[in-house]
């Protein structure tokens, strides 16, 4: 509780115990039969002694009421409070009535809005601790000693220490030592990354076990962690339809009850005392007041932001970057998302994927070993995943006479054998006999040992994993429809799109063919649905930009992708967009639930009140309980590990 | 230019207020006020000296919301 919360709270205990031992002391003395002669002395006491507690806890509410005024501010919940509580005790002293009612109005409002600012501070703070990835300092080697500095002081190509249980400053590439680190903050993942020299590290996460020099690759406002922060701090600026239509309804919807109290309590009497009647003053002034009491928008106007703040807190912290509200109120009304497929459904890498020897006396890690030989020194991707399938030092010795055949592939000779590499032009070339159209989806590398066939070697993009439960769970969400987008050649995308269940593919498109494709899509679905594109950020940041979402997913530290995206995935599981979904429309969800739920208690009461069902306790229990009722249920968008 | 400031403000619709406030101060181009994350973003005039200009903001934030702060 900060000084003015614990000023607050003050108050109200004052407060209760003053009206407590009022309501005990009237037990024993008899206030109202003292009178002398015609002065109601007793009642007058009274009238004082409610006072104490009535100033206590509302002096505040006076004090700003008044400042608002000479402000010309006069609708705000300040002067509504006022002008209820000072006519409650007003109408009672009139009529003879029981102050009790004034006072405790005053009294729930401030418990409410007490409550409402711790449970606000509450939330801010979780949220903010969810993301608690900003560096207080980075420590710089100067004469052998460790010194810390502010990390904007930092240029870039500084190498820094980053020592166990302290946080990476700023993005760099480690220059020495070994250690794991702990992404947790940034990526939602629980598993620690393994890091050693020449591995690029970004800032935000905590090194666990080793101590790590880093040589800085950017400014510290260019790091990854300083962008993170600054993406969810805009994120509550990027405000939503409903956070826009809870403004404006607060807007008009307090001046117009006020001006209904102000009827309410003129007309009804007014006409009453026209056709002959008892006026009865009293009792429309009091139903105006109800009125009053119940017309505060607070319960609305902080629920909806909170629901929305929490919704995006929790959202970050399973690693999903939502760029603002707006984009979070999108999510839950997804219909279709559109995949790209490289990097998104598939790792974007390649690797042996199949390994067929036509020797029967050749083993897989032969055939593996001889290609990877022959390809030692190809930095072609190819001849990488080769090297990488090997996965052994290869032993340069082994090999000799390398020479590469363009277009074709490459003959070398490994442990003195004649060892041929390459695609079917090559076999051709020398006059083997090979299977010809393997009906394959990948790359093939055929290789040939001392003039005889040896096997074949499949190269290809792997689909991730976890990619075909993504695509299932969008369509358990209710998603109507999942459509994969490539450049690739239309065999491999139907290969792909069948392994993973998307029944709409595109195949052979080039970058501006797939915004095309995206608009087609735009137009097809119908308008309560929105249309989400999902990438790797890499060349797609226009069709990023030009679906109603764009979600660039591993985009840790590509800069483009951050700024192109609405949505950010902190790792590259796919599953997570489901996920987002479902945060997404829980919120939404919430956000729906208090806004029907507020609006419809205070008309109800409003109706009540005006026909005098109603009394203040009921009013009270419109504004204020409404309102802790709807703070709690905000706060719920904030847990989102089991969706 | 664009520049953000933090800010201390008690409730959502006095936030909602200062925003409004802030808004219609000469100079500003627009304002956004974050409750949430007590920020809040100005955007001023081309050319326009944004130490002035921000305390007119805080004057007018004052007049709407008396319990308002904006650290400048």
New interface residues.
Partial sequence: MNK?QKKALRNIIIAIVLLAAIKLSERFIAYEELINGSFPTGRVILFFLYMIPYLAVGYEILR?AL??IK?R?VF??NFLMAVATLGAIAVALIYNGDYTEAVAVMLFYQIG?LF??IA?GKS?KN?SDLMDIRPDYANIERDGKLEQVDPDEVEIGSVIVVRPGEKIPIDGVVVEGVSSLNTAALTGESVPLDVSETDNVISGCVNISGVLKIQTTKEFGESTASKVLDLV??A??RKSKSENFI?KF?KYYTPVVCYSALALAILPPVILLITGNDANFGQWIYRALTFLVISC??AL??SI??SF?AGLGGASEAGILIKGSNYLEALASTGYVVFDKTGTLTKGVFEVCETVPADPEMTKEQLVEYAAMAEMDSNHPISLSLKKAYAKEIDRDRVNDVTEISGHGISALVDGKRVLAGNIKLMRKFGLNVPEDLKETGTVVYVAVDDRFAGYIIISDVVKEGAKEAISLLHNDGVSGTVMLTGDSDRVAKKVAGLLGIKEVYSELLPADKVTKVEEILKKKNSAQKVAFVGDGINDAPVLSRADIGIAMGALGSDAAIEAADIVLMDDDPRKISKAIRIARKCMRIVYENTIFAIGVKIICLILGAVGIANMWVAIFADVGVMVIAVINAIRALFVKKL | MKK?YDIEV?????A??MEEAAKKTNGVKNA?V??????M?VEFEEGADHKSIMKDVLANCK?????CEIYI
């Fill in positions: 003015k700003k400042k608002g402000n501010q705000d919940e809005e409402q600012s606000v801010r949220i701090e805009n509550a600026s403004s607060a928008p607070c106007v902080i932001p909170l703040f | 953000k008690d409730c959502a619709n006095c909602n207020k956004i974050n409750f949430m994350a007590l920020k973003e007049k709407v919301e008396d319990d």
